[in-house]
Structures are given as C-alpha cells and as structure tokens.
C-alpha cells in the first residue's frame, strides 16, 4: 500500500481506457493500489427513491458476484445520502468500512462502499475525493451504457413510465452558488402526464413545470409534446413568452389534448423571474422566517392546447435571499392529497435542504393517498441564496452548514 494522494489525471484516464461500464473497477483498482483496499463497491438509488442497487468490483481472479437489491430506508446509506456524510464503523473483522456519499452538484447518485483494515483521517479524504471522481466518471459514462439505467429499474417499467422518465433531466438536483433546486416525481398507478425540466446558462435559470392531461401512454406522448416544443424554444434563445406560444402551438397542431404548465427564467444576477402561467396551480412561497408558506397568487392564463383565442401573459417575480419557492402539480393537492397541509409542511421543512424537503412532501402525498395515487404528484423547490450565493462547493455542505449558508 503506497497511500500516495489521488492523481486525477491518471484515474480519468483509465476510466476512458476501461468500458464504459467499468467505472466501479476503475475506482476500485485505484483504492486496492494505494490503500490495499479488500471491498469495493457502488451502491446506486433505483427511481422510486426506495432500493438501492449494489455493484461489486471483484479483486483480480475472483467472480462477479449478482447485484444485490437493499431496501434504503431506515439503512445507513440512507443516512449517507440524507446528510451527505462520510460513515465509518469496525468491518467486525478488525478493518474498518468506510461509507461516502457519490453526488455531483447535489444530485445524489449512490454512495461508494469500501472495506479496508486501517483508515486515518488521510485516508478517509482520499475515500471521499474517489467518491467524488466517480461521480464524475459515472455521468460521463452512462451516456455510452444502459447499465446504470437499467440498474435503477427494480420494478416493471410500463411503456407509458418510461417515456416519461426520460422526458425528466437526468439530476434531480442542482447546486449553484446562487440557487439549490431539487424536484421529485412520484408516478400514479396510470402515469398522468407530468413533467419538470430545468437548465442553466451564464446568466439564467429556466424552469419548468408540466401536466399533460390524460392518463398512460397518450399522456406520455402529449407530455413529449410539451417537453419538445419548450426545450426546442429555450434553445433557440426564447423566453417564457415564446416557450408558452411553441407549447401551445405543437398541441394545436397536432390534436393532442391539453396541458397546463408555469415556465420561469430567473436572471441569476438579479433575481429577478419571469414567468408565464398556463393554467397551473399556484406556487408557494416561503419568505422571511414565515411558519408557513403562501400561495403566490399569480395571474392565469388558459392552459396549451385550448383551441380559442388565447395568449400568454409575461408575469414577473421577484425573489429575495432566503426565499423558498415550491412550484406544484395538482397531484400533490388533489384527491387524498388534499390532507395534507403542504403550506405547514413547507414551513416545517425550512431548514432541510430542497432535496429532503422535497422528500418531505412526496411522502406526505403517498402517505396521505396510502400508496395509492390517481394522479402523478410532483414537486419542485427551488432556494434563492442571491446574487452573491454560497460556495459553490455546498454540495459536500452538512444540514447545519447548508442552514447556515443559505440564511440571508
């Protein structure tokens, strides 16, 4: 064991060497090198948020065991996940295992598990830059493999639920000085069409939320409707305005029923959003250490797809630092949902991060609906820090770092 520090260069550079499906083996390797590590391996979070998948990489000469499937909640690498925090108890073979969380700007892909007789706190670093560079390495890779899609379906995928996940970005989760945004989907036993996108350029945040109307499979075609036509305008150069006109015309044109939707641009210099609402329920907003959240109580324009004279009215916003906005679908309001008390709730979870808070709410929803949903419930919450942000490095932050830094 020669314990020398990670050399960057080097492991990417076997990483692009290695199949791409060999990320782990890359890793690993490097860790059994420097630090005589005995175990290795990745355990990644499968889309329900529910199980985790393991993928061992087997020593040199030894069988690929099968993938094993852990139920995550209540485990410990929930609670990696939840605080983003390295773990480290006694192996009970007189070694140590080492535990870190593998996430990439805040989207928590799995953690990185590693068994080895003697780790001090160098070495624990060390751990966690690896777990870090697999992140990394992992994106990259998934592009040219379905081996950690594929890993991440530990149910049957209808037709409908497919279409659906791969009209979402592949994070759910984004970290950026100015802002931390995290989304969740929970579908409904007949997928109902909803969606949520967002991107960044230099100076702007686009964000996105979508419910296409209708069930199964013909609200998963309307959804990709939707999504296209929006995306394609927002790479274009256009605005809230011009997005909500594309939407309305690809569903004109084609016949395909309605949707509603509200798409924001937030000028990450100012904070200041502009936005078009189409129909769609009202966000909340949780503002100046308030105990609950409020409806911001938007204009409402008619949502895409109605065949009569319309047009879309621009709307703006003004975020202030420490704001909390939660933009919703009616999934999350309507039905069973309507128990439970999502401005409270909002209000409780002030202090997690948008990613648990989000978590929060989703499971409140299925709570309340007892696992039952008639429509998809999906929630995004977005953290305006300001202009001036947190270090950007907040991802690797603790809840009470992550407190502390947002609080304006």
């Known amino acids: 064991m020669d314990g020398r520090d990670l050399e960057l260069g080097e492991l990417l550079a076997a990483a692009e060497s290695a199949p791409p499906g060999e990320s782990v083996g890359v890793i690993a390797h490097d860790l059994r090198k420097r630090f005589g590590a005995e175990c290795v391996s990745f355990l990644f979070v499968d889309l329900m948020g529910q199980r985790l998948l ?63 007789q003697y780790a001090d706190d160098a070495v624990l670093g060390q751990i966690s830059d690896a777990a870090h560079a697999l992140a990394y390495i992992i994106v990259t890779d998934r592009r040219f493999t379905d081996l950690y899609h594929a890993g991440r379906r530990t149910t049957r995928t209808s037709l409908a639920a497919e279409i659906q996940h791969q009209l979402l970005p592949s994070a759910s989760c984004c970290e950026a000085p100015q802002f931390t945004l995290a989304a969740g989907l929970v579908p409904a036993d007949d997928i109902g069409g909803d969606t949520y996108d967002y991107t960044l350029d230099q100076d702007t945040l686009y964000l996105s939320i979508t419910d296409a109307m209708g069930h199964d499979t013909e609200s998963a075609l309307l959804a990709t409707l939707v999504t296209a036509a929006l995306r394609g305008a927002r790479r274009t150069g256009g605005d809230a305005l011009h997005q909500a006109q594309s939407a309305h015309e690809a569903l004109l044109s084609n016949s395909r029923g309605l949707a509603t ?24 907003r949780l503002r100046d250490g308030a105990a609950e959240a409020e409806e911001v109580q938007l204009a409402v324009n008619l949502p895409f797809g109605v065949a009569a004279p319309t047009s879309y009215q621009l709307q703006e916003l003004q975020l202030l630092p420490g704001d909390r906005l939660v933009l919703l679908t009616d999934g999350m309001q309507d039905r069973g949902a309507a128990a439970v008390d999502l401005a409270s709730l909002v209000g409780d979870t002030r202090a997690s991060h948008p990613r648990e808070a989000v978590r929060a709410l989703t499971t409140a929803v299925l709570d309340a609906c007892r696992g039952n949903l008639k429509d998809d419930a999906t929630v995004v919450i977005l953290d305006w820090h300001g202009a001036e942000g947190f270090p950007p490095r907040g991802a690797r932050a603790a809840y009470g770092d992550y407190e502390s830094a947002s609080r304006p």
Do not use: K, M
């Open 54 to 116: 393991r993928l061992t990489a087997p020593a040199e000469g030894d069988i690929t065991d099968a993938a094993e499937r852990i139920d995550l909640q209540g485990s410990v690498y929930d609670t990696v996940l939840r605080s983003q925090r390295q773990y480290v108890e006694p192996d009970g073979q007189g070694g140590q295992r080492v535990i870190s969380p593998v996430s990439n700007r805040g989207d928590c892909i799995g953690v990185l598990e590693v068994t080895l």
């Open 261 to 284: 939707g509200q798409l924001l641009c937030i000028h990450l210099e100012t904070g200041t959003c502009e936005l078009v609402n189409a129909g769609h329920p009202w966000p909340l």
